[in-house]
Nanobody, 122 residues
Framework: QVQLVESGGGSVQAGGSLRLSCAAS????????MGWFRQAPGKEREFVAA???????FYTDSVKGRFTISRDNARNTVYLQMNSLKPEDTAVYYC????????????????WGQGTQVTVSS
């Protein structure tokens, strides 16, 4: 069974840090572009960051310089280090595989994780 399992969410004050992890299983993800999306209450899901197998990274503008995506291909795990968190970062964060870019926007062909809540208080 192919699945992605996120962990590491929680509640922090503004300026704090969290590290999310995404463990992938069920198939090889080595050649897959992996990434993170997030969905805040009342808003659409949005792209956060992506990483190629080679280590090339991509970020949405609002998190550049604060978030770092990385991956351990041997462990089939993707990480999202989030520093200098802001209240507007509050959302459910989803890990996804097989990302692609279409029309200037990032999408995922799946699978998706179940999501992990990140809450940043001011």
């Amino acid at each position: 069974q192919v699945q992605l399992v996120e962990s590491g969410g929680g509640s922090v004050q503004a300026g704090g840090s969290l590290r999310l992890s995404c463990a992938a299983s069920g198939r090889s993800f080595t050649s897959s572009i992996m990434g993170w999306f997030r969905q805040a209450p009342g808003k659409e899901r949005e792209f956060v960051a992506a990483i190629r197998w080679s280590g090339s990274t991509f970020y949405t503008d609002s998190v550049k310089g604060r978030f770092t995506i990385s991956r351990d291909n041997a462990r089939n795990t993707v990480y999202l280090q989030m520093n200098s968190l802001k209240p507007e970062d509050t959302a459910v964060y989803y890990c996804a595989a097989d990302l692609y870019k279409n029309g200037g926007s990032w999408h995922s062909a799946g699978p998706w994780g179940q999501g992990t809540q990140v809450t940043v208080s001011s």
